[in-house]
């Protein structure tokens, strides 16, 4: 099944999109990995320990915002907790 993007009505990106759509359809693009996570992620400025976190330390947030995920966690139905950012 050929795989195709969205052409816009701008002509430079619709031509380019088109010309990576082709080669993608005849398998000319080869993906090859090359990010790497790294071993540990370190927030610039942490949060106060906060119950149940799923990392070691969180980024620093807001008063309402540790206090409403301190409420979450602290609900027996909850195992972990992540911020999203």
């Known amino acids: 099944m050929p795989r195709r993007f969205a052409p816009r009505n701008d002509g430079l990106i619709s031509v380019s999109l088109k010309t990576f759509s ?24 942490n949060a106060s320990a906060l119950p149940k976190s799923l990392y070691v330390a969180e980024a620093a947030m807001g008063y309402l915002e ?19 950012s």
């Open 22 to 45: 082709d080669v993608l359809d005849v398998d000319r693009i080869a993906m090859q990995p090359s990010f790497v996570l790294p071993e540990s992620i370190t927030p610039s400025a």
């Open 66 to 84: 540790g206090r409403v995920i301190n409420d979450v966690a602290s609900l027996d139905n909850v195992q972990w907790w992540s911020t999203s």
